[in-house]
């Protein structure tokens, strides 16, 4: 029986690993355009309840 050796490099696989983020870096552009993050909601303010007036 024969044993078959492969002879990989780690470039080779780096290469193919790499090979399809750099083509979508190469047509969206670094960095790629992500939305701005939404600015926080304002807390609403807190008021006092009103006193009512009483009638007399």
């Known amino acids: 029986m024969a ?3 492969i ?6 696989p780096l290469f193919y ?7 979508f870096l190469a047509f969206v552009g670094f960095p790629p355009p992500f ?12 008021s006092e309840p009103a006193e ?5």
């Open 3 to 5: 044993t078959m050796k």
């Open 7 to 12: 002879d990989l490099h780690w470039r080779k």
């Open 17 to 23: 690993l790499l090979l399809p983020i750099l083509v």
């Open 35 to 46: 939305a701005p993050l939404r600015p926080p909601r304002a807390e609403q303010e807190q």
């Open 52 to 56: 009512r007036e009483s009638k007399n």
